[in-house]
């Protein structure tokens, strides 16, 4: 089965600096990848995924990843942060090829001091 | 939009009881998944199913079982509710995987407590 690991469970960021949050996955084969965000008090929302071609994905709210296969990673990047991406980040992984389940990581904390 | 619906926001239970969360989805979607949400543990997934009645279990399906008896309901039981069951619980759908572009909707969750 896949697992997935997050780094730096807690973030703490001023507006405007640079965010980069680590997603390694352990699975073989083909995968679907996937940022969640959870908002305070929110329920989870997709950010972005990445499914096949370019490795480089834009999601939403100037958010993009990058999927790097001999790295098993797909780390989640946002050049400029706003008090409001304050929330918590999951990523998760699905093993594709007739495998339906969805493994999340233990997400990371991120706070943006104004 | 698609819509995951969980039965109940907030539920308090005593320990031994016998507990059913409910979870509704209107889109038609072939998998739903729960979920349990702790502080430092991310996501853990308790069982998933892929299709009516078929149901896999999940990374900790321990004192918990499933239902799924028509498509767009699926349940998830406590048999004997215990206070390490207290949590933050999500029920979740989607299509197949194999559809390029799926993504998993998820329900507001249901905070569970067991006294």
Redesign the interface.
């Known amino acids: 089965?896949q697992s997935v690991s997050?780094h730096n469970?807690h973030v703490i960021l001023s507006e405007a600096a640079s965010l980069e949050l680590g997603c390694n996955y352990s699975y073989g084969g083909t995968v679907?990848l996937?940022w969640?965000v959870q908002y305070p008090g929110q329920?989870?929302?997709?950010l972005l995924?990445y499914?096949?071609g370019d490795p480089l994905v834009k999601g939403i709210k100037g958010f993009e990843a990058e999927f790097i296969k001999s790295k098993f990673s797909f780390n989640l990047r946002k050049p400029s942060v706003q008090w409001s991406d304050t929330a918590e980040y999951?990523c998760?992984v699905?093993g594709?090829?007739?495998?339906?389940?969805?493994?999340?990581?233990?997400?990371n904390q991120v706070v943006v001091i104004p | 939009d698609v819509k995951v619906t969980q039965s109940s926001r907030y539920l308090v239970k005593r320990t031994g009881e016998k507990v059913f969360l409910e979870c509704v989805q209107d889109m038609d979607h072939e998998n739903m998944f729960w979920y349990r949400q702790d502080p430092g543990l991310g996501l853990r997934l308790i069982y998933f199913s892929y299709d009516v009645k078929m149901k896999e279990k999940g990374d900790i399906p321990e004192g918990y079982s499933v239902s799924r008896e028509k498509k767009e309901r699926f349940s998830l039981i406590l048999e004997s509710a215990s206070t390490n069951q207290t949590s933050m619980y999500l029920c979740a759908s989607s299509p197949r995987f194999e559809r390029p572009g799926t993504e998993a909707f998820f329900g507001q969750g249901t905070r569970l407590t067991v006294v």
């Open positions: 089965a997050q469970h679907n996937f969640y329920h989870l929302q997709l995924k499914f096949s999951f998760a699905n594709g090829r007739g495998n339906n389940r969805l493994a999340f990581g233990k997400g």
